[in-house]
């Protein structure tokens, strides 16, 4: 099922920017990937325990993601992580790094 | 169907013996939310279950009996869902103490049951494997095999079940597939007892933590954590094959519809409007029936019984107050019907997902939507139902509001007033004005609710606003079962209630309505003079220059003390005070009639369309339900916010009231 995404181990720390190449990859964070792209978790930010529980749900380095769509009112934002649908606000999602996979 | 077909059928695991058992043996179903928990622990316990509350706590247990094997009947413990042992919410912290045994009142249990949804395998496995890790006896139960079947999706149970170290168990438990085996399996884990520590731990050896965030640093604590993913989906890539790799297609496309950006709202207002059409005009043929079943009850007593006390207080009070409230069973059966189907198909996640941002707006947390639309049934239920936020200030907030919702027991008081004075009017030729002022009061409701919320969070309750996180479970057609399941344990408490409380508040005011006895010389059969002179009338008559304002009248006072114990009383001690249950006849008997007749002292109509609608208001405001008072002193633990919340939501129906009836005269007569 999950195959092991990319090996990130380092990216430019400091505020993560919505979009940044490194190493040829393209990184996005999950609140501008465009809806219907196929992606792989990189990282989250934030030590707290929704960053925690995000984890505990499967948010975990490599797995596949993807942006289905945003609520009626722009947020927020359904996600299908592995074979599962998760509602979060932008907001949080801002703090998911991925990498848009092929 | 190999692998599967042979462990359902199986023969494989050998009947242990349970002679040494400790007996009875507690078994808990424990599983991440939506993952077929309830309907397993409906077809092992079938009918023998109880809701009972956990000791100390409010959150609603459900206990049941399962005939494991002839000699052997186990208790089962259904828990609240949880994704992990890290608790993040009320629910999943009771159920953790549980399951670890450290909740001191219930012992822990001998066996957990551990339900596992085929369809989404890696995520369950995260709970399933922590629980594994603790070494007490455990039956991974595999829920939604079937589902997983049909996607084709292969799982090798024996390797799952090797690598996982216990036994794995594929149940379909609306056909009761895969039941015996899971009985056997747990007998033989109940003998086994402990386990060995399996030699893929990835858990903090010491059983005290309390968080794992707060023990381990950030980077501790997410090594670990990817470590397990990674073993869990090593484990499930190795245990399965699958033809296709993505399921969740069927969800994706209703989801198209029903959380479109223009049709999603559409469809939301649209199924609301239907709950509530159906339950004004669907429920009026059960409700006539049972109003004449009653009718016909108190006129056969009189008919048969000696009159004097004892039969007044048969027909006047007990028949006429618990018949005046039973009438409403069917539409309070609807009304959770409803709430019931939209919560079991899914639905219920996705208006959260559509409201979340417009709750945003109010301060409120779109995981609030649904609490507040159990509160359209009860607040009890709806209260109990916020545990599911995890902001204390945001739970809190929502609570506050709750009772702002017309629950199931306003719905008798605005169908009578709507009989008696605005039946049978149409608003545009084909929408009836009843339900129109029905849906107005759920409104106004919802309007002073955002506005209070507004209020409370932006000064009592002051927090930024916390995130949103929620599962959006595929959709799935409710099991009917589950359903009658939940209906039947609602019209129980309903039931229970109309013959205790409401019950003893009929008796009560029946008594107070009745005594002191009128003098002889006065006319002793004249109802209205009885009545005025009684200890009720005499009450009636000290807070009526409070309500005169309001349009009420004494009378009405009467019934709006009684209703401050349980709203639907009004109309049981409306009854008692206009003595309808008599036996002159089916019109004149109908407390509709009463109260269309009823003159005040210089001859004018107590009751007009004005009078109704600042009653109706008052109703929707005011917080008079003592089980709500109850539950909130429970939930917050503290008198400080029941007491808050009954203070200002009685000034704010007062001055509502206030301001209909008296801006409606301005306007207009009556």
Known sequence: ????????????????????????????????????????????????SLTLRLMEMGMVPGAPARVIKSAPLGDPIQICLGNYHLALRRNEARTITVTISD | ??????????????????????????????????????????????????????????????LGQWSLAPDCLVRVIDLPGLYSLEATSLDEQ????????????????????????????????????????????????????????????????????????????????????????LGRAVLSAAKAGLRQKPDWCFSVPDQNRSR??????????????????????????????????????????????????????????????????????????????IDH?????????????PPGILTDLLVDGVIAGVGGVLVFLPQILLLFLFITLLEDSGYMARAAFLMD????????????????????????????????????????????????????????????MIAAFFSRQKVLGFISLGALMILGMYLLGIGVAIIVSWILKHTLLNAPSPPFM?????????????????????????????????????????????FPRASATEARNDHATQVENSYAGQAGRIIEPLITPLGFDWKIGIALISSFAARETVISTLSIVYKVGDDSGAESSSLVAAMRNAKRADGSTVWTPLVALSLMVFFVLACQCMSTVAIVRRETNSWRWPLFMISYMLVLAYVASFITYQGGRLLGPG
């Open chain 2, 293 to 305: 079943v009653f009718s016909a009850l108190g006129a056969g007593l009189r008919a048969n019984f």
């Open chain 2, 94 to 181: 009771i159920a953790r103490d549980v399951l670890l045994g450290r909740n001191s009142k219930l012992a822990q249990p001998d066996v957990v049951i551990v339900t596992v949804d085929a369809t989404n395998l890696i995520r369950n496995l995260y709970l399933a494997t922590q629980l594994i890790e603790t070494g007490s006896p455990m039956v991974v139960a595999l829920t939604m095999f079937d589902l997983a079947e049909r996607s084709k999706l292969r799982i090798d149970v024996q390797k799952l079940s090797a690598a996982l170290g216990v036994q794995v168990v594929p149940v379909v438990a609306k056909r009761r597939g895969g039941i015996d085996d």
């Open chain 2, 357 to 416: 941002r417009l709750m945003r707006a109010f301060g409120l947390h779109g995981k609030a939507f649904v609490p507040l639309l159990s509160s359209f049934a009860c607040a009890v239920p709806g209260i109990m139902a916020t545990r599911t936020i995890e902001n204390p200030k945001d739970r809190l907030a929502t609570i506050m509001i709750a009772p702002f919702m017309s629950c199931s027991a306003r719905l008798p008081v605005y169908t009578l």
């Open chain 2, 470 to 514: 929620m599962e959006l479970p595929p959709y799935r057609l409710p099991n009917l079962a589950n359903v009658a399941h939940t209906l039947l344990a609602r019209v129980g408490v309903f039931l229970k209630q109309a013959g205790t409380v409401i019950m003893a508040i009929s008796i009560l005011m029946w008594v107070l309505v009745t």
């Open chain 1, 1 to 48: 099922m999950f195959t092991r995404g990319p090996v990130v181990a380092e990216y430019p720390s400091g505020d993560i920017e919505s979009r940044f190449h490194f190493r040829g990859e393209i990184f996005v964070t999950l609140d501008t990937t465009p809806i219907g792209t196929a992606v792989r978790i990189v990282s989250i930010e934030g030590s707290d």
């Open chain 2, 212 to 289: 794992l965030v707060s023990d381990l640093s950030r980077e501790s604590w997410q090594k670990l954590l990817t470590a397990r993913y990674r073993w869990i989906e090593k484990v499930v890539a190795e245990s399965t094959a699958s033809d296709e790799t993505r399921q969740s297609n069927i969800s994706e496309r209703i989801d198209a519809f029903v959380t479109h950006k223009f049709l999603g709202p559409v469809i939301l207002v649209l199924v609301m409007l239907l709950i509530f059409q159906t339950i004004f005009s669907w429920a009026n043929l059960p409700m006539n029936l």
């Open chain 2, 1 to 62: 169907m190999s692998a599967a077909t042979e462990t359902l059928s199986g023969s494989k695991i050998p009947p242990p013996s349970f002679r040494d058992l400790r007996q009875p043996l507690t078994v808990a179903v424990a599983g991440n939310p939506n993952t077929g928990k309830t309907s397993l622990f409906n077809s092992l316990t079938g009918l023998r279950q109880k809701v009972a509350n956990y000791p100390g706590v409010t959150v609603e247990s459900k």
